[in-house]
């Protein structure tokens, strides 16, 4: 008998050679097999008479062939095939190259089909290379809606759906995690159809239903996995924070501006889940510049006024140290402590510490706030009252970990034996509400879609052109003469190794000092350097001792230099608009006007980059990157397990709503799913392979 388990290699229809090539895939099991689906397919669905094929045309024609023979060329290495294929109403030619296979298959006299398109030479119409099979066969290569397979290492098409045709015909159970009711009620196909209409469809809306029922397991699951992880997180205790007073107003007070609408309603999400004795899990879903970092600030004041410990994890040393300074300012009329504990530095106030001597204070209950990277909950750091986990996400903080990360927030609350701390995200990029809701629906959800007023859009262009290019950088060299700072970002993608990363941002950064900006004092900053010496650059940066800075997008610009008034990004067509908003967002923090000139390379596309032109809004953005690249570029969700598929439709709002209504009506009827006992097996299984919260 085969099932989902059996292994490949236990099958019938197997060459071992084609093992590893598949094992290389990540195909082991037949179940892996029958979830490869092909990435398109070709239409030869119509079967003519010799007589009536067209040239261009994709079609399919079944005859009887003559002799194959094979004919010289004038290229040695090259071999080719030619057969005649003759039918009541005509003939035409078929020809293969290089494919000696074709001569081991293929006699005179044998009836096949043939699928292909249909081309014309000096001697008439033929078929080049075409799919075929014998005419007796079940139409699996030909004559129908034929599915094409990403083909890699050596794996066909035509070998690929051979195997899974065999599959198919041996009847093997697929159970279905999904209630027969819902699918019923939302006219979705039971899961072993859908798999047929993914392999071998009638048609190509066949496909589409089969691609939505897919689709909608993925959000099924996600959705019962979140409503699961919120209950399971409000069953936890947490120390309660009660209501002070005019404690928003007199926070404001302390703050140089006024808070925008949103971070009031945010603050005010938040100092209500603070009141609560079970514990926030909260999302501040921002745009870039909207002012996360004082609402940050806003809940561990309200925590340090009770005398608990607040932590913040910064995504890097660079951005913990930036925040260090930061909330010193926000807190320097308060009685509060603040910590910076990282591998570089320790600092308790402006005072320069040890490691140990700090970890002793931190124990001690001495500062309020914790300010460092995520290695502070993985490292041997001990709290006297930690209350309130803040992590900052940046761009590094993939959804994975997360979900680590909170995990080790519940171990990390020493003090609170019974309690564990409030939790409270910041998004580096504003999230697209369904991309939010679909993944992140155990968070509750602030957005920040405001930015403060007085903060003038920064003007952006693009310059494609040698010309303009000369125009932006003396444009760079006049701000420069008036005193303000310029960023360089180059587009160096993470896949790029280091050390050639290293090499060209050396190089760049030579150009830029000795030719474009002679005058002027270039910083570099790579991905290669020690963290101390990305620190020192960037303080001599923000002191203005660094006029220009050369950053590549590996290292963190989550940082903030109110100074600097332009942004120029090289290869920008390389970069998500999300991420390219979040670089725009480095300039325009202070009440100057700023400028972002993206600078796309020599054959790059840039169409996609007017959309930065034309809006300065996050979130818009943010869906225009969902609609143009998909889900996979948002926050590490490529790497989380979650099938292609099913992301293609992860914008689907309507999709998501449903799914989200059915998996609370299941979970309210049957909490523990008794009654579903495949679904619980396939939620199982998701929280073994996948990874969201
Ligand atoms: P982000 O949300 O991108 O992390 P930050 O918290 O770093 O943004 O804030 C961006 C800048 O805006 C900082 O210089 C901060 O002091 C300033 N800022 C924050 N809130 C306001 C506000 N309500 N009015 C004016 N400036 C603000
Ligand atoms: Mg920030």
């Not at 010799?50 to 090259?78: D, F, Y």
């Not at 079970?278 to 806003?298: C, E, F, H, Q, W």
């Not at 992140?440 to 920040?448: A, E, H, K, Q, T």
């Amino acid at each position: 008998m085969i099932s989902l388990q059996t292994p490949l290699a236990e099958l019938s229809s197997m060459k071992k050679n084609f093992l590893p090539k598949l094992e290389t895939l990540g195909l082991v099991s037949v179940r892996d097999l029958l979830f490869h689906f092909p990435v398109r397919y070709e239409d030869f669905s119509t079967i003519k008479p010799l007589a009536e094929v067209v040239e261009n045309e994709k079609t399919t024609v079944e005859g009887t062939l003559s002799a194959i023979v094979e004919k010289k060329t004038w290229k040695r290495s090259m071999r080719i095939f030619e057969a005649e294929l003759s039918d009541d109403s005509g003939r035409i030619r078929l020809v293969w190259f290089n494919q000696k296979l074709v001569t081991d298959q293929l006699k005179s006299g044998v009836r096949i089909r043939v699928s292909g398109k249909v081309e014309s030479d000096r001697d008439g119409l033929v078929f080049r290379s075409p799919f075929f099979e014998h005419a007796s066969r079940r139409p699996t290569h030909t004559a129908r809606l034929v599915p094409i397979y990403p083909e890699t290492y050596g794996l066909t098409s035509k070998f690929l759906r051979w195997q899974i045709e065999f599959l198919f015909g041996k009847k093997i159970a697929v159970p279905d995690p999904v209630p027969e009711t819902i699918l019923a009620r939302l006219h979705l196909p039971p899961t072993p159809r859908a798999l047929r209409m993914m392999h071998f469809p009638a048609s190509l809306t066949e496909v589409e239903v089969a691609k939505k029922r897919l689709a909608f397991d993925a959000m099924f699951l996600s959705q019962l996995k979140s409503l699961e992880l919120k209950s399971l997180w409000k069953k936890e205790q947490a120390v309660s924070f009660p209501d002070i007073p005019e404690f928003l107003e007199t926070f404001e007070k302390t703050l140089p501006f006024a808070l925008t609408g949103a971070q009031q309603n945010a603050a005010r999400d938040i100092l209500a889940d603070l009141r609560k004795d079970v514990p926030m899990n909260r999302l501040i879903n921002g745009d870039v510049g909207s002012g996360k970092t004082a609402v940050a600030a806003l809940s561990a004041r309200r925590v340090a006024e009770d005398g608990f410990q607040t932590a913040l994890l910064a995504p890097t040393e660079v951005l913990a140290f930036q925040h260090f300074t930061t909330f010193r300012n926000f807190f320097s009329h308060t009685p509060f402590q603040i910590a910076l504990l990282t591998r570089s530095y320790h600092f308790l106030d402006a005072e320069k510490s040890t490691k140990e001597t700090l970890k002793n204070a931190i124990r001690a209950g001495l500062p309020s706030i914790i300010i460092g990277t995520h290695a502070l909950l993985q490292d041997d750091v001990r709290f006297e009252k930690l209350a309130l986990v803040i992590v900052d996400e940046q761009h590094r903080f993939g959804v994975a970990e997360r979900g680590k990360l909170q995990e080790k927030t519940k171990v990390a609350a020493d003090g609170l034996p019974s309690a564990i701390p409030h939790f409270l995200t910041l998004t580096a990029t504003p999230i697209p509400r369904t991309l939010a809701l679909s993944f992140l629906g155990n968070l509750d959800l602030s957005v920040l879609d405001e930015v403060p007023k007085n903060r003038p859009p920064v003007v952006t262009k693009i310059a494609a052109t040698r010309e303009a290019r000369e125009t932006v950088f003396k444009f760079s060299r006049q701000e420069l003469k008036r005193g303000r700072q310029v960023f360089v970002i180059l587009p160096l993608v993470e896949t790029s190794s280091t050390l050639s990363e290293m090499k060209t941002a050396k190089t760049k950064h030579e150009k830029l000092s000795t030719k474009i900006f002679p005058e002027f004092h270039v910083g570099l900053l790579h991905g290669k350097m020690k963290s101390s010496d990305k620190e020192s650059v960037l303080r001599k940066f923000k002191e203005g001792e660094i006029n220009v800075l050369v950053s590549t997008s590996v290292v963190e610009v989550g940082i903030d230099i109110p100074n600097a008034t332009v942004m120029i990004i090289e290869n920008a067509e390389r970069f998500g608009l999300s991420q390219l908003h979040q670089f725009r967002g480095r300039v325009g923090r202070g009440t100057e006007s700023s400028y972002c000139f993206l600078l796309p390379g020599k054959n790059g596309d840039h169409d996609r980059l007017n959309a930065l032109v034309e809006s300065g809004n996050g979130f818009f953005l943010a869906e225009k990157d969902l609609e143009l690249r998909g889900p996979g570029s948002f926050f590490g969700l490529r790497q989380s397990g979650i099938p292609d598929i099913a992301m293609s439709h992860l914008g689907n709002a309507r999709l998501i709503a449903i799914a989200k209504k059915e998996a609370e009506s299941i979970l309210e009827r049957d909490p523990e799913l008794v009654e579903f006992p495949l679904l619980k097996a396939a939620l199982q299984e998701l929280s073994d392979n996948v990874h969201l919260e």
